[in-house]
């Protein structure tokens, strides 16, 4: 069957969605994808999502990895394209619409009432991915110690992503 | 295609006044390198030094100006920034160089990365290992949260629009861009322009 389509639309509107970030079109990923079109398993979402965490440059690129899987490297390219598309055309457009605005008194409003739903949205994100990643008290030791980390020290988060693998690696395979 | 990638003489100049003379082709390999080499998140800092810091060719005055479009569209900060950055040196053709060639070494790692886990992924020791890296990124993604509502939220009040969008999704399980339309209108609305009513007491 040809999934193309399919994927076109799903990935075109979940672009629309990241308003502050990847993380806030999460809960509508894992609707589609998972529940919807049942392109991966949760499980598998999250590790693919996590394992993008690791990767340079925009930190959504896990999203090649499902066009991937579900049609090749068509799949692939198509993904990135409805992805990254509509998004590119939108601030290239508002972009230089933006400047004309400056004077514009809702341009402020606009830019203050949404940061603090921005982050709400980066934070449903999260609180979704918790509920399939965190479930005992061993990957919720390991979340909480990477959250402390990052607060309290500079260090290259990616190095505490790799962290965890290696302490999954020896915490969680069935004896 | 007549504008020859010839004119790379790139003087260091201490101000990005005049439009700087970038051709697509550095566009493109700075946000190559800028792509690759950003491990770890926080890509916007490494747009910095590449941008501001080492190629000059916008000011810090300007990238903090365009950071702050991107993080209001949607769109990850990343691409918008690099269409942003892209068009102001070259139009059209320069953002769309910027933008590929900020994606490119994520995506070809993401597609490897994709097969090897399709092949493997159900191997005990990866899967063990996968749930720890699952864990720490959301450890991380809650540091991100944090670190960004320190630096960009203004009022205590900005509190009630998080919860009210983590409660819209996470338990009335409303969908985003439903939460995002009726918190989002409400928060703007909140902020309507007043006249000049700075720091005054919120009702």
């Known amino acids: 069957m040809n999934q193309l389509p399919a994927l076109i639309r799903v990935f075109a509107y979940l672009s629309l969605l990241t308003v502050g970030g990847g993380m806030a079109a999460f809960p509508e990923l894992k609707v589609l994808t998972v529940e919807v079109h049942h392109w991966l398993t949760f499980t598998q979402l999250i590790h693919l999502y996590s394992m993008g965490q690791m990767a340079p440059g925009p930190n959504m690129m896990m999203i090649v990895s499902i066009g991937e899987w579900v049609a090749g490297p068509m799949g692939a390219v198509v993904v990135l394209l409805a992805f990254f598309g509509p998004t590119a055309l939108l601030a290239f457009l508002i972009g230089r619409l933006w400047k004309k605005l400056e004077h514009w008194p809702w341009r402020d409003s606009i830019q203050k009432g949404l940061a603090p739903v921005s982050i709400g949205l980066l934070l449903a994100g999260c609180f979704t991915m918790a509920k399939g990643a965190i479930s005992g008290l061993e990957t919720a030791t390991i979340s909480v110690a990477t959250l402390m980390i990052l607060l309290e020290y500079k260090i290259n988060p990616a190095l505490l992503v790799a962290a965890g693998a290696i302490i999954g690696a020896f915490t969680f395979v069935p004896k | ?203």
């Not at chain 2, 005055?61 to 702050?68: I, N």
């Not at chain 2, 892209?86 to 097969?115: E, H, N, S």
């Open chain 2, 1 to 203: 295609m007549n504008d020859p990638a010839a004119k790379a003489a790139l003087q260091p100049a201490p101000a990005a006044l005049a439009l700087p003379n970038a051709s697509i082709a550095e566009i493109f390999i700075e946000f190559l390198i800028i792509g690759a080499t950003s491990f770890g998140g926080g890509v916007v800092a490494y747009l910095r030094s590449g941008l501001v810091g080492k190629r000059k060719w916008v000011d810090d005055k300007e990238f903090v100006e365009m950071l702050s479009i991107s993080q209001t569209l949607p769109g990850l900060n990343a691409t918008n920034m690099a269409i942003l950055v892209g068009d102001k040196l070259r139009g059209a053709m320069g953002a769309i160089a910027a933008v590929v060639g900020v994606c490119l070494p994520g995506a070809v790692l993401m597609y490897i990365v994709g097969m090897l886990y399709h092949e493997h992924g159900d191997r005990p020791l990866v899967t063990a290992a996968l749930k720890g890296v699952a864990a720490a990124a959301v450890g991380l993604i809650l540091a991100t949260a944090i670190q960004l509502g320190r630096k960009s939220l203004s009022h205590t009040y900005d509190l009630i629009f998080i919860a009210l969008t983590v409660i819209g999704v996470n338990k009335l399980h409303q969908s985003v861009p439903r939460v995002l339309i009726t918190v989002g209108i409400i928060a703007i609305l909140w902020y309507y322009p007043r006249k000049q009513v700075k720091e005054a007491p919120s009702q």
